[in-house]
């Protein structure tokens, strides 16, 4: 998911903004000018949390609940109450969705390339590639109270998920701390908690780096990107796997913006959305670039 330029309103002059690395991204938060105390606060709480989500939920961390529970596939083996409950909110957008968010395209995301953190990715140092590898078997995995079971060889990926999960926890955290509002923009994984003024969001064009597309006007819920246009190491190789495939998508989408109540929702709807395409606007509030320079969209654009 690539990064949403934040632009402050006139009716928000006074914010402040705080920024720093995590899940391989730069997170912001933007929050009202409040008293010391309470920024200084929701700003621990806040990197607290994606620093905890991201030992916990990394595939590649020797340490991360995540990859021992891959390690450990086709057999029973106990997990947090957090992990057990991203899964299962994973499973029912699996469900909802007809597979289209696939939770199992590890294999899948090595095979294509995808075989290690993005900053090696995008630098060329991946192994070779394979054949595409099936995804489809998130239905298979078994889970119960305080326990999992992964289908044998296979294993989990809960990416984009997993960084819009952690920012819909953060942006709570932060109002919690005593912010009157709260923004929290992981890579472009966008939650704003509390009633925050309206703000415009641009959505950059896909082909022209640092080049806006339109701009949204957004005061509560989430936004989050698909695109194949960012994250790629050669011609049609990136990271939005299809599931019906096992390989990179090559459907006629270069971006898709999505709105939804939660940041987690919004990653979701926006694979499905990209691998959907058109027919998309009928039932989200999204924008859809195509490859022929269209911005197709079912929400309010501000001018």
């Given at each position: ?28 938060l ?25 030992q ?28 057990e ?38 630098a ?26 992964l ?28 912010l ?15 009633d ?31 695109s ?6 050669g ?40 691998l ?5 606007l ?12 269209d ?9």
């Open positions: 998911m690539e990064r949403m330029e934040i632009v402050a309103m006139d009716e928000r002059s006074a914010v402040v903004e705080t920024t720093f690395r995590a899940m391989g991204t730069t997170v912001s933007v929050s009202a000018t409040a008293a010391e105390p309470a920024s200084r606060a929701a700003d621990e709480r806040v990197r607290a949390i994606f620093l905890r989500e991201e916990r939920l990394s595939r590649l961390g020797d340490d991360s609940e995540l990859r021992r529970v891959n390690a450990s596939a086709g057999r029973w083996v106990p997990i947090s109450d957090d992990l409950r991203l899964v299962r909110f994973a499973l029912t957008q699996a469900d909802r969705t007809g597979g289209l968010f696939d939770p199992t395209m590890l294999d899948a995301m090595i095979a294509a390339g995808h075989d290690q953190d993005v900053g090696a990715v995008l060329g140092e991946r192994g070779a590639l394979h054949p595409p590898r099936p995804c489809g078997r998130w239905s298979e995995i078994e889970v119960r109270r305080g326990s999992i079971r289908p044998p060889d296979v294993g989990l990926d809960l990416g984009g998920v997993a960084k819009g999960w952690t920012a819909d926890l953060a942006a709570a955290e932060a109002v919690r701390a005593g009157a509002w709260a923004l929290v923009d992981a890579g472009g994984d966008l939650r704003i908690a509390a925050a003024p309206p703000d415009r969001c641009a959505i950059e064009d896909p082909m022209i780096a640092n080049e806006e597309a339109a701009r949204l006007r957004i005061a509560a819920g989430a936004l989050a990107s698909s194949t246009t960012r994250r790629t190491w011609s049609g190789l990136h990271h939005v796997i299809d599931p019906r495939t096992g390989a990179p998508s090559s459907a006629p989408v270069l971006r898709a913006t999505v709105w939804a109540p939660s940041c987690a929702e919004a990653e979701v709807l926006a694979t499905w959305a990209l959907t395409g058109p027919r998309a009928d039932r989200l509030q999204c924008a859809i670039a195509t490859p022929d320079g911005l197709m969209v079912s929400f309010e654009v501000a001018a």
